[in-house]
C-alpha cells in the first residue's frame, strides 16, 4: 500500500510517516496540497493520503475538493489529519469527499483504528 502524508510541518509528516510505516506503507511526503497534486499528475499512485487542512499554497479541503473531480483518483482513500475541530469544518471535509477525520493531537492507535475502518489495515487478533 502506498500513501502520501501532505502536511505543511515536517514533524507532522515524520510522526505520521512513522506510524504508517509499520503498518505496511510505501510513504510519499509532501509540503502542501499543490506539492501533492503535482507528484500525483506526475505518476505517484496512492491508495491512502493523509491531508493537513491549514497549509499554505493549496490547504486540505482544496486538495480534496481536487483530487475528488478527477476519475484516475476515485479509488485513493482521503483522511483529513488536523487541528480543525469544529463540527462544520468535519461535515465540510467529508462533504468534499474525505472518507475519515482525524483529530490532533492523536495516537498511533487511533491512525490505525481509522484505517482498520477503511478497511486499509487489518483487524489485529486478540490474544
Known amino acids: 500500500m502506498k500513501a502520501l502524508v501532505i502536511d505543511d510541518?515536517?514533524?507532522m509528516r515524520r510522526i505520521v510517516t512513522g506510524i504508517l510505516t509499520p503498518l505496511g506503507f510505501e510513504v510519499t511526503e509532501a509540503a502542501d496540497g499543490q506539492q501533492a497534486l503535482d507528484a500525483m499528475n506526475a505518476g505517484l499512485e496512492v491508495d491512502l493520503a493523509c491531508v493537513d487542512w491549514?497549509?499554505?499554497?493549496?490547504?486540505?479541503l482544496s486538495f480534496v475538493t481536487a483530487v475528488r473531480r478527477e476519475r484516475k483518483w476515485r479509488d485513493v482513500t482521503l483522511m483529513m489529519v488536523t487541528t480543525e475541530s469544529e463540527q462544520a469544518q468535519i461535515v465540510r471535509a467529508l462533504a468534499a469527499g474525505a472518507h475519515e477525520y482525524l483529530i490532533k493531537p492523536f495516537t498511533p492507535d487511533a491512525i490505525r483504528d481509522k484505517l482498520q475502518l477503511l478497511g486499509l489495515v487489518e483487524l489485529e487478533e486478540s490474544a
Open 9 to 11: 510541518s515536517r514533524t
Open 54 to 60: 491549514n497549509m499554505p499554497v493549496l490547504d486540505g
